[in-house]
């Protein structure tokens, strides 16, 4: 079975410092990872999935198989970044579809 | 992108009651609609996968009898909490995923329900 570890439940940083929101993953196969992020009474929205190898408003992620990693990362933190922010894991097969969440990091962006 | 609402936004109930939450997809057809349940602060744990036109799969330790989930149409899926019990209380989320695609869903606004 899969499983996702987002070992911070809060992060706090000021407006400027570099971010990085962790998240582990387990699971046997090749794996679909994203990022959703949830804004204070919003509905979750994906913010990024590493295949695209995107980066959305400044926020880069990049999937390291040997640490079963996908760490998010921003180098300059704004107060608009503060939010809930889910790691995600789509394990395709029978599975396909189905999203298996971590926990969630509240991050707050102080002035 | 891809619009997903709920009704009711929140809903209050008695115990033993039964709820129906709608979740409509507006502009795309969903084939697959996903509900899950979140708690304060916690992660989303699916309940179940609904496609439509065919039976809903549920997620282990759901139990199908108390949460009914119909989806008639590519763009309304609903869940019945029914026999509703205050433990039952929770924000219940719904997503919508297009036809072909693999990996991208949309989400709803939730629904918060309280059961006295």
């Known amino acids: 079975a899969q499983r996702v570890t987002q070992p911070e439940k809060l992060l706090s940083v000021f407006k400027g410092a570099p971010v990085e929101l962790k998240c582990n993953y387990s699971?046997?196969?090749?794996?679909?990872l994203f990022w959703y992020v949830q804004y204070s009474r919003q509905r979750l929205q994906l913010l990024l999935r590493h295949i695209s190898r995107e980066s959305i408003k400044g926020f880069t992620a990049d999937l390291n198989k040997g640490e079963t990693s996908f760490h998010l990362k921003k180098p300059f933190a704004q107060e608009e970044d503060s939010a809930m922010y889910y790691c995600a894991l789509n394990a395709g097969g029978t599975s396909y579809g189905k999203l298996t969440f971590g926990q969630g990091t509240i991050l707050t962006v102080h002035p | 992108g891809a619009v997903v609402s709920q009704h009711p936004s929140w809903v209050i109930c008695k115990s033993g009651t039964s709820v129906k939450i709608e979740c409509r997809s507006l502009d795309f057809q969903a084939t697959t609609m996903f509900w899950y349940r979140q708690f304060p602060k916690q992660s989303l744990m699916l309940m179940a996968t609904s496609n439509e036109g065919s039976k809903a799969t549920y997620e282990q330790g759901v139990e199908k009898d108390k949460f009914l989930i119909n989806h008639a149409s590519l763009t309304l899926s609903t869940l019945t909490v029914t026999s509703a019990h205050p433990e039952d209380s929770s924000f219940y989320i719904c997503s919508g995923k297009l036809a072909g695609v693999r990996f991208e869903q949309f989400f709803g606004p939730g629904t918060r329900l309280t059961v006295l």
């Open positions: 699971y046997s196969g090749s794996p679909e």
